[in-house]
T-cell receptor, first 116, second 112 residues
Framework: DAGVIQSPRHEVTEMGQEVTLRCKPISGHNSLFWYRQTMMRGLELLIYFNNNVPIDDSGMPEDRFSAKMPNASFSTLKIQPSEPRDSAVYFC??????????????FGPGTRLTVL | SQKIEQNSEALNIQEGKTATLTCNYTNYSPAYLQWYRQDPGRGPVFLLLIRENEKEKRKERLKVTFDTTLKQSLFHITASQPADSATYLCALVAEYGNKLVFGAGTILRVKS
């Protein structure tokens, strides 16, 4: 298995531009998570999907952020318009939800976003 | 307020010694707790999971303990090696089964 795939790996953009991050979860996994990691705030959950349905988006910073999961093998995180404070590493993770909730999450390599 | 705290300072130890990392939490009642390893430029990788009714879990040179009274988990690496140098994150389930909350992580440096 190729693991969780994210693209692009690096993104440099100017303030005000739209940014789209992409994620392909591990085949067969039914939960997908978007995280943001910064030195100041650590690893923060932004949004999580189960069976392609958004379950919890309470971590999404503001309306500039949106996420979609049109099918089981693809998700996007969009920032529009981007701001310098959005600069961070964005991780996508997936898991296979079973009973009991003790799900191991498998992380992608991350997208390093720099907003100038 | 809810908090997860890990050693904020890096832990520097000599090769062959046992490394012990701490994870303390406040105002959570997790059913289980997980430990992840993160190398620079990479995503976290799952290491171990321990449930609230388990006191200890082992995997090769790794050992995790979970004390729900003290609200603390300890992560041990025995016979540490330079290749164990990384950041170690603890994560606990919050509210419901799939949502993990991560600590800030502890940097471990093992010197030969």
């Amino acid at each position: 298995d190729a693991g969780v795939i994210q693209s692009p790996r690096h993104e440099v953009t100017e303030m005000g531009q739209e940014v789209t991050l992409r994620c392909k979860p591990i085949s067969g996994h039914n939960s997908l998570f978007w995280y943001r990691q910064t030195m100041m705030r650590g690893l923060e959950l932004l949004i999580y999907f189960n069976n392609n349905v958004p379950i919890d988006d309470s971590g999404m910073p503001e309306d500039r952020f949106s996420a979609k999961m049109p099918n089981a093998s693809f998700s996007t995180l969009k920032i529009q318009p981007s701001e310098p404070r959005d600069s961070a590493v964005y991780f996508c993770a997936s898991s296979s939800t079973g009973t009991g909730g003790a799900d191991t999450q498998y992380f992608g390599p991350g997208t390093r976003l720099t907003v100038l | 307020s809810q908090k997860i705290e890990q050693n904020s300072e890096a832990l520097n130890i000599q090769e062959g010694k046992t490394a012990t990392l701490t994870c303390n939490y406040t105002n959570y009642s997790p059913a289980y707790l997980q430990w992840y390893r993160q190398d620079p430029g990479r995503g976290p990788v799952f290491l171990l999971l321990i449930r609230e009714n388990e006191k200890e879990k082992r995997k090769e040179r790794l050992k995790v303990t979970f004390d729900t009274t003290l609200k603390q988990s300890l992560f041990h690496i025995t016979a540490s090696q330079p290749a164990d140098s990384a950041t170690y994150l603890c994560a606990l389930v919050a509210e419901y089964g799939n949502k993990l909350v991560f600590g800030a992580g502890t940097i471990l440096r093992v010197k030969s």
